[in-house]
């Protein structure tokens, strides 16, 4: 084979994986687009069940209740369109307070709540 199409081909070939690896990350990415589902996405798009998403938005006024074991905190998550129930067990952030934003990452149960 001459120089040429030794360098054609080289090119070619190196082309053709960047392709492949562009094609793999933008399929793998495509779920992981939003950085959180707000509760009106929710409930406009269905329940994403068995997958660790986000959920994202505001916690409402007078939501936060915390159980008796002291570690499980349950409030409700409000985007001012749609509301969802959380239930998260673990010490929480200093910044967690009512009426302030929150991103939570769990999965969705079939009763619409979200377990972070």
């Keep these: 084979m001459k120089a040429k199409h030794?360098?054609?081909t080289l090119i070619l070939l190196a082309l053709g994986a960047v392709a492949?690896?562009?094609v793999?990350?933008?399929?793998?990415?495509?779920?992981?687009?939003?950085?959180?589902?707000?509760?009106?996405?929710?409930?406009?798009?269905g329940l994403?069940?068995?997958?660790?998403?986000?959920?994202?938005?505001?916690v409402e006024a007078g939501s936060v209740k915390?159980?008796?074991?002291?570690?499980?905190?349950h409030f409700v998550v409000t985007d001012g369109k749609a509301t969802t129930p959380v239930t998260y067990a673990g010490i929480v952030p200093d910044l967690f307070r009512e009426?302030?934003?929150?991103v939570a990452e769990?999965?969705?149960?079939?009763?619409?709540?979200?377990v972070a």
């Excluded at 990350?25 to 798009?45: K, N, T």
């Excluded at 769990?106 to 709540?113: A, I, P």
């Design 6 to 8: 030794q360098r054609l």
């Design 106 to 114: 769990g999965q969705f149960q079939r009763d619409g709540s979200f």
């Design 66 to 73: 915390r159980a008796a074991d002291g570690v499980t905190v």
């Design 24 to 45: 793999l990350a933008l399929s793998g990415l495509r779920d992981q687009a939003a950085f959180f589902y707000a509760p009106s996405d929710v409930a406009a798009q």
């Design 48 to 58: 994403p069940l068995g997958r660790a998403v986000r959920l994202g938005g505001m």
């Design 99 to 102: 009426k302030s934003g929150v």
């Design 20 to 22: 492949v690896a562009a």
